[in-house]
């Protein structure tokens, strides 16, 4: 049984003692110094435990970024409670069925979020107990747990272990189905120590951080690391291009995270030429490469940018490259972080093949997640023989750097948001008029990728675009919306009667299809 050294709520309590005073939350001016942040958290910690909340328990949260937040993740931390932040960017009949995989304990909502936490709540069948988020609301009174909990994953003692679940992170998948994908304090803990050996955070830094604390990546990169090591985090609610480029020169921000749209946003804005960014050394980009002309945009500006590749299954930190190689290497993943092991295998066979070769991602080591939360069939399928299979096709040259091919699986990645094509096609497919559908990403200058719809029309039945992008609009996320909708007399299909999606997507690419916009989907 691991001894609990490696679990995270000691972090703000070692910092506490080191630096009580130093900032560790800079929050739209309001500020949390580190001994303020470790005693809220032990507060809440010691109520949930009073309150009745057992190791195992699930907190749900619909929250943007604050610093109440990550008191909340602080508290869970220490009491052995699993966070899992929900996306407020999903529809209610979203968030309701990942709440009913989940099975909460206690539902947070911040106050910015009440009508979707209440039209959210009216779907379930069973209650979930529910309060606001903040002195406030929770840390000043925890509801008791819900009566009707199914326990099967909490335990009566008191000491928190390594392997206890940390964070339940949704992500998409290649069915409509959500799955949630386990972190335990193990796995944050050595995605952290690797990611410290690539990206140095010190006292010294002023970290901003501008990705949503429903990703893994609001987390587990430079957040966590930097309340680890006591640097200061500037936390944004969401991304504005021209007040991004506003804190980066009034604070003086030395390293921050975004993906390749974000860079291009701030590239693009008028104040990017006239904006003082001597501070800021190092940038990390997530989620894709970065073009060669946004790279060079930077590398003018002075700017370090460190690449990477990650999934959340991992936690998510896999590949890494470096700035200096990315001038020579465009378009590479890099090679792996400090503790991850890497292989390459045939898609089919399984067989790990040596040397330069293409073939699945394969990933292990301890930040590899514990699987997906009751849901043992995926589990098996992604974890096989001890790898995680990760679904993407990479290519490794003869000095061991690696180049994303394509994804396996047929998941688009919009503007940093992972997209299941599946679950757009089960949305579309309850209209009317729609007899047969299928969706794939393609690519677009904004987003990086965005959706294309194929749609095969019932007979006698009439749609166009904009139709069809609002009846998805009603059932899923904004970035889910198609950017664009094609209609055709039937779709290509396999021998076996699979869509052959790459198809659709060579369409497009080749120009061999007349661009219908289905506007509503831009709204971000």
């Known amino acids: 049984m691991p001894d609990g050294l490696h679990t995270l709520g ?16 800079d929050d739209r001016g309001v500020v949390v110094t580190y001994r303020e942040l470790d005693a809220r958290a032990e507060r809440l910690a010691g ?11 699930r907190v ?20 052995g409670l699993a966070l899992v932040p929900l996306s407020w960017r999903l529809a209610p009949r979203e968030l309701a069925e990942q709440l009913e995989i989940a099975e909460p304990a206690l539902l947070l909502v911040e106050g910015e979020f009440e009508s979707l ?17 903040g002195a406030h609301g929770v840390e000043s009174e925890v509801p008791a747990p819900a009566v009707d909990l199914r326990r099967a994953t909490s335990v009566d003692r008191v000491d928190v272990a390594d392997d206890d679940a940390l964070l339940i992170i949704f992500t998409s998948g290649t069915t409509a189905r959500p799955k949630g994908a386990v972190l335990t304090h193990l796995n944050c803990f050595w995605t952290n120590l690797s990611f410290s050996r690539i990206a140095e955070i010190g006292a010294a830094d002023t ?7 429903y990703h893994v990546g609001g987390w587990n990169i430079q957040p966590l690391l930097a309340w680890w090591t006591g640097a200061t985090v500037v936390l944004e609610r969401t991304f504005d291009p021209g007040r991004v480029l506003h804190l980066l020169q009034e604070r003086r921000i030395t390293t921050m995270m975004g993906v390749p749209a974000n860079y291009l946003f701030l590239a693009q804005h008028p104040d990017f030429e006239g904006t003082d960014l001597s501070s800021l050394a190092h940038a990390i980009v997530g989620g894709a490469p970065m073009p060669p002309a946004l790279l060079r945009a930077w590398h003018a500006r002075d700017v370090a940018l460190t690449q990477g590749y990650g999934l959340t299954e991992a936690s998510p930190n896999v590949l890494c490259l470096p700035d200096e190689d990315a001038r020579s290497r465009a378009g590479s ?25 293409e073939g699945e991602l394969l990933v292990r080591g301890p930040s590899v997640f514990a699987g997906y ?14 790898w995680l299979r990760t679904g993407d096709l990479v290519r490794r040259d003869v000095d061991g750097y690696f180049t994303i091919v394509d994804r396996i699986s047929d998941i688009y990645i919009s503007g940093g948001e992972g997209v299941a094509p599946a679950e757009v096609e089960a949305v579309l497919t309850g209209h009317p008029a729609v007899a047969d559908v299928a969706v794939v990403g393609v ?11 194929w749609v095969v029309v019932q007979r006698g039945r009439v749609t166009d675009a904009a139709e069809l992008a609002q009846f998805v609009a009603e059932s899923l996320a904004r970035f889910k919306v198609p950017r664009e909708v094609h209609f055709v007399d039937e779709l290509p299909r396999s021998t076996a009667g699979k869509v052959l999606r790459r198809e659709l997507a060579e369409r497009v690419a080749s120009g061999a299809v007349p661009h219908v916009d289905a506007s509503a989907g831009e709204s971000r």
Request: aromatic share 6%.
């Open 10 to 25: 000691r972090w703000t309590r070692d910092r506490a003692r080191a630096t009580p005073e130093r900032i560790a939350i």
């Open 47 to 57: 109520a949930f435990r009073a309150a009745g909340y057992a190791i195992g328990d």
């Open 60 to 79: 749900a949260t619909i929250t943007g970024n604050s610093a109440d937040h990550v008191v909340l993740f602080f508290a869970c931390a220490k009491a």
């Open 117 to 133: 936490g209440r039209a959210t709540l009216s779907r379930l069948a069973r209650r979930i107990p529910n309060a606001p988020l």
């Open 207 to 213: 970290v901003l951080a501008v990705l949503p604390q």
């Open 333 to 357: 993943a890099g090679r792996p972080y400090p503790h991850v092991d890497v292989a390459v295998a045939d898609p089919v066979t399984g067989e790990h093949l040596p040397g330069a070769a």
């Open 373 to 386: 939360f009751r849901d043992p069939a995926a589990t098996a399928a992604a974890l096989v023989d001890g």
């Open 443 to 453: 690519p677009d200058e904004r987003w990086g990728e965005a959706g294309a719809a």
